[in-house]
Each structure stands twice: as C-alpha cells, then as structure tokens.
C-alpha cells in the first residue's frame, strides 16, 4: 500500500486540495494525518485560504482511507464534523512495519518500544535518527516553519519514506 502523509493542515483548503491532488497522483491508497486538521492555533497567522468547513467537505468523502491523530489544536468538535476517527497517538502498520503515529507536542510520551515514529506539530519537515527512535516529520502542508516548505510524505509499497513539495521534488527520503 502507499500512503500520503500529512500534518498542520490548520483549515487551509488550498494545501489541502494540493495534498488530495498529491494523494491522487501518487496513487495512494491510505492517508495519514498527524494532528492540527481544523484550527490555526493562537501562535500561527492564518494559512492561506483557511476555510475549516471546506476542509470537513474535502475530508469527510476520505474518510474510509484516513487515519489521524489528535493534534494540540485539535479540539472535540472537530471529532464532531468530521466522519473519520481523530485518534490518540498509537502504533499502527504500514506494509508490515509497525509505526508510531502522534503529533509531536508530547514527544517524551513515546513507548520505549517505538523504532520508528512519524509525528508533526513542529512544521519542520526532517528525517532524523535520535538515540531512541527513527523519527520523521513531513512537515506543514500548510503553514512551514524555519527556512522549509510546504511539505508532504509519501511511503510506497516497499516502504521507502519520500518528503516532497508541492512541486514534487524530493526533500528527503529513507527506506524503513
């Protein structure tokens, strides 16, 4: 399976459909979201064309094919509008290769366990190994930090983690 994933959305409907654009044209079968779907947040400027409702309207028709957690702008009405489960942090699969998915605001909540762990929240993309953990950050799709871009991952169906721009050049990439 491919997946597409995504983080710090923040109500951007342009990023967004950009992201869906990407999830078509790369043929994926599964999107994973790690957290800040709806909301901006008080420290972050508004993302161009921040439009919540629009957002729930190009998600909620995906919602078969998503997995997500909660971010730290995430709140209980956000579970309410939209049709897919906006889970706490959690090991999931991907081809076979356990992963652990969380925003990121609680990086020190990590299970000892984790080898591999996918996370958001910092709007920095980055593929790092720390001494616990493989730790990869697609970055913001829509509101990059630092000197980074608008940014998105893609793992093909041998596992290969690829960040790319919306332009689809390769920022970095790693084989799990």
């Known amino acids: ?20 654009k990407a999830y078509n044209d ?15 947040g008080p420290r972050n400027d508004l993302p161009e064309e921040y439009a919540p409702k629009e957002c729930i309207g190009l998600l909620n028709p995906l919602a078969d094919k998503i997995e997500a957690v909660c971010g730290n702008c995430d709140a209980e009405v956000d579970q309410m509008v ?3 489960k906006i889970d706490t942090p959690h090991f999931t699969s991907l081809n076979g290769k356990r992963v652990y998915l969380t925003h990121g605001h609680h990086l020190e909540l990590v299970p000892d366990d984790a080898k591999v762990v996918l996370y958001g929240h910092t709007h920095i993309s980055i593929i790092e190994h720390t001494d616990k953990y493989l730790a990869i950050n697609p970055g913001s799709i829509s509101i990059p ?12 169906d041998d596992n ?7 332009n689809y050049q390769k920022k970095d990439a790693i084989k799990l």
């Open 1 to 20: 399976m491919k997946y597409l994933i995504i983080s710090d959305i923040h109500g951007s409907a342009k990023y967004l459909k950009l992201a869906i």
């Open 26 to 40: 790369f043929k994926c079968d599964k999107i994973l979201i790690l957290g800040d779907i709806l909301y901006h």
């Open 82 to 84: 939209l049709s897919f």
């Open 145 to 156: 930090k630092g000197d980074k871009i608008n940014s998105f991952a893609v793992c093909d």
């Open 160 to 166: 290969l983690i690829t960040i790319y721009d919306f």
